[in-house]
């Protein structure tokens, strides 16, 4: 069969943040973007946090007026509730330079934001068309399939894999290894929520509220600016199958076992956004890069919804990426696992570092201490923040975990 053959310099596939971001930052230094989406855009998807350190990565995009100009949700920090425990980190005040501050967005509006973005910089775009194989090598090639049917042959001097959960390359190239994670879900849907202005509730926080019994289990609340809320719960799916009836029923009873949550969603108006239920997120490949491609953010490893690390991984993966591509195109050697991979996963564990010591309830404790030195705050509010790539702070440069097993066997004694 003879297909119509296009040529690029490179090929993204996936418009979400991190293949936008890169697309972008690849249109800056005059490179030929093409970049494929399956799904119709506008389009939900998880992840609707952001932290600061991803502010830095839409300014070097030159997305960062894009962003500004569509009025999501000012967000300065985090709030953790735990019975009758309270804390909250603002961001302005850490250890590391950069951002302190960010937004809180619907990622059908945001992802389009960005994807809309990089086209106007003069990335080629294209909805609905769907890579179906792949070719990796020197010269790499795809095979895509076109709403109507009908397919074409794509020929990159490199690949980009933006896939997110689709995670296309792992799946067509065997690259997909098992995480050591354990097995998680999360139920969330969008709630009006009309929370009274009398609650102790920052607007310009996500709260994270651990359940009232379990420490591993826990609440995302995520205020937007039209008046709703992102609402989810994370937990072991077994924790799930205590419930009856359909996921927004568990939802909503799980959410009743926790007064404080109660009190601020008494009226809330709920499902304004379909419930939704994913699990097994947790994903990692054997290698993040190969022969004339390279795996951006959740393609190639996700971690966990609780520090909203996903998005801030997926533009330090394309920051990565498009720094070695320019070497590439301008004729030096690059070499991906020490240029890309390595400096990729080194925030990945650090970041990896802090989710299992939450789930564990030692971190837990640490937020919670009531004498916490203020510059070791600093540096946890910095991680916490999305800086897990400073190596200056000494709870980034750690790469054993003491320091953090240190601090929590301060903070629980």
């Known amino acids: 069969m003879t297909y119509t053959v296009e040529k690029t310099e490179v090929l993204i596939i996936g418009a979400g943040p991190a293949g936008s971001v890169a697309a972008a930052m690849l249109r800056q230094r005059g490179r030929q973007v093409l970049m494929l989406e399956k799904q119709a855009f506008p389009r939900f998807s998880i992840g609707e946090s952001l932290l600061p350190q991803s502010m830095e990565y839409i300014?070097?995009?030159?997305?960062?007026?894009?962003?500004?100009?569509?009025?999501?949700?000012?967000?300065?920090?985090?709030?953790?509730?735990?019975?009758?425990?309270?804390?909250?980190?603002?961001?302005?005040?850490?250890?590391?330079?950069?951002?302190?501050?960010?937004?809180?967005?619907?990622?059908?509006?945001?992802?389009?934001?960005?994807?809309?973005?990089?086209?106007?910089?003069?990335?080629?775009?294209?909805?609905?068309?769907?890579?179906?194989?792949?070719?990796?090598?020197?010269?790499?090639?795809?095979?895509?399939?076109?709403?109507?049917?009908?397919?074409?042959?794509?020929?990159?001097?490199?690949?980009?894999?933006?896939?997110?959960?689709?995670?296309?390359?792992?799946?067509?190239?065997?690259?997909?290894?098992?995480?050591?994670?354990?097995?998680?879900?999360?139920?969330?849907?969008?709630?009006?929520?009309?929370?009274?202005?009398?609650?102790?509730?920052?607007?310009?926080?996500?709260?994270?509220?651990?359940?009232?019994?379990?420490?591993?289990?826990?609440?995302?609340?995520?205020?937007?600016?039209?008046?709703?809320?992102?609402?989810?719960?994370?937990?072991?799916?077994?924790?799930?199958?205590?419930?009856?009836?359909?996921?927004?029923?568990?939802?909503?009873a799980i959410v009743a076992e926790d007064p404080n949550l109660s009190r601020l969603l008494v009226n809330a108006e709920w499902a304004v956004l379909p419930v939704r239920r994913i699990t097994g997120y947790s994903a990692n490949v054997s290698s993040l890069w190969g022969p004339g491609y390279a795996l951006l953010g959740n393609a190639g490893e996700f971690l966990d919804p609780v520090f909203s690390s996903g998005v801030t991984i997926a533009f330090k993966s394309a920051q990565l990426a498009a720094d070695c591509l320019e070497k590439r195109f301008s004729g030096q050697a690059v070499d991906w696992e020490a240029e890309f991979a390595i400096p990729l996963r080194a925030g990945v564990k650090t970041f990896r570092r802090f989710v299992e010591a939450w789930y564990a309830g030692g971190f837990q404790q640490i937020i919670y201490h009531q004498q916490q030195q203020p510059e070791v705050r600093r540096m946890v509010c910095s991680i916490l923040a999305g800086y897990a790539w400073d190596s200056k702070n000494p709870y980034v440069d750690d790469p054993s975990g003491r320091r953090l097993r240190v601090l929590e066997e301060l903070c629980s004694a």
Request: proline share 6%.
């Open 59 to 252: 300014e070097a995009a030159g997305l960062l007026q894009d962003v500004v100009q569509t009025g999501f949700q000012y967000k300065n920090g985090a709030a953790f509730v735990h019975g009758d425990k309270r804390t909250a980190f603002d961001f302005r005040d850490k250890f590391s330079a950069g951002w302190g501050t960010t937004y809180q967005v619907q990622r059908a509006n945001f992802d389009d934001v960005l994807a809309r973005g990089a086209e106007r910089m003069g990335t080629t775009l294209r909805f609905g068309d769907e890579v179906i194989a792949v070719e990796p090598g020197e010269n790499p090639a795809v095979q895509v399939r076109r709403p109507d049917g009908s397919e074409y042959r794509i020929e990159a001097s490199f690949i980009l894999d933006a896939s997110g959960f689709a995670r296309l390359l792992p799946r067509l190239l065997q690259l997909e290894s098992p995480s050591n994670f354990p097995v998680r879900g999360a139920i969330f849907c969008h709630v009006r929520d009309h929370i009274p202005a009398d609650a102790e509730f920052d607007r310009n926080k996500i709260l994270i509220t651990t359940h009232p019994q379990h420490i591993d289990v826990w609440y995302w609340t995520i205020p937007f600016s039209n008046g709703c809320c992102s609402l989810g719960v994370v937990a072991e799916p077994s924790f799930f199958e205590r419930y009856p009836g359909e996921d927004l029923d568990k939802l909503k």
